[in-house]
């Protein structure tokens, strides 16, 4: 550069007061050798698309009465359209948290595809009988009527207990294997608005805890505590999932029996693997074997690799 253009170039900072070096800095800096995306972190970031998926047309279709197909079709990828989910029964309050929640799952979609490309939409069974037979089976017996998670308010929170969690621990679970910045700043990012959602509803279940759950004589507290022991034991592991009220061993530095957010003994997250997720929505206690809210299983090389004749 001419002498003379840095002269004009400080006369310039000095004019405005401003110079380069003193505009903020907005975007981090990220190591400079390293890949955005490795190529090990795409089945990572595909394989959450299936929950995403699972939020997206649960959340949309409960609070609007239609899901993907009519808000963004393309996000799809031409996967056969989810079997038996509704609207649901709400009340304005319920409605406006859960048509957010909706909408932020399409948003993770997009930039899932965007980022690792898309997987195709799995065969989702979200009808009122699927979830009326994973409560009966957290019961160990069958509720009369069956429970229906699109009656009301209560019941769709209730159901909606089932799902954000499972993506909370997925991303805790996914984050040590992910090595490019891209991948770990979105999973970061989907982590954060995720364990949001599953704390709403867990706020929600909370201060409702001795409510009971009409038409039966089980309060809201029992069902989150049922639901929890059954994806533990679905899932194989041990204790991940806790309901909204625990025992002092499990509480907050075994202080609290209150337990509005599930978390570890440091009260750091639980974290749970592709197989112990895959074994709680197939709700067959095995990665091997689908069903549950996917009856063809999950899409994606992870969920796949199980489903191949060993
Ligand atoms: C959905 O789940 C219900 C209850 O488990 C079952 O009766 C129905 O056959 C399932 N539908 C599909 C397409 O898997």
Redesign the pocket.
């Known amino acids: 550069m001419a002498a003379t253009s840095i002269v004009m170039l400080m006369m310039f900072c000095n004019f405005i007061h401003v110079c380069f070096s003193v505009i903020p800095t907005c975007q981090p800096t990220y190591p400079p050798n390293e890949l955005p995306v490795y190529k090990e972190d795409v089945d990572l970031l595909q394989f959450a698309q299936n929950l995403e998926f699972s939020e997206a047309e649960f959340f949309l279709w409960g609070a609007l009465g239609y899901g993907l197909d009519r808000i963004a079709p393309q996000q799809a990828m031409g996967g056969p359209p989810p079997?038996?989910v509704q609207k649901a029964n709400l009340d304005s309050l319920t409605r406006n948290i859960i048509t957010e929640f909706g909408y932020e799952e399409v948003g993770h979609l997009r930039i899932l595809r965007e980022t690792v490309g898309g997987i195709r939409r799995p065969?989702l069974?979200l009808?009122a009988?699927?979830f009326a037979?994973l409560i009966d089976e957290a019961f160990g017996y069958a509720l009369r009527p069956p429970f229906n998670p699109y009656g009301d308010s209560l019941s769709y929170m209730i159901a909606s207990y089932l799902i954000p969690y499972m993506g909370l621990v997925g991303y805790v679970g996914s984050n040590p294997s992910l090595q490019g910045y891209q991948s770990k700043r979105l999973l970061a990012g989907l982590l954060g608005v995720e364990s949001g959602q599953d704390a709403v509803i867990r706020m929600y279940l909370y201060e409702r805890a001795e409510m009971v759950v009409s038409p039966y004589k089980i309060t809201v507290a029992e069902f989150t505590i049922r639901i929890s022991e059954l994806r533990n034991k679905l899932a194989m592991c041990g204790i991940k999932d806790e309901g909204i009220r625990v025992p002092l061993a499990l509480g907050a530095e075994r202080k609290t029996k209150s337990n509005v957010l599930s978390a570890n003994t440091d009260s750091i997250s639980y974290s749970r693997t592709p197989a112990e997720i895959l074994r709680v929505l197939y709700n067959s206690g095995n990665e091997r074997v689908p069903g549950g809210f996917f009856?063809d299983g999950a899409n994606g090389k992870i969920a796949k690799q199980f489903l191949q004749p060993r």
Do not use: A, M, T
Request: proline content about 11%.
């Open positions: 079997v038996g065969l069974n009808s009988s699927n037979k009856p």
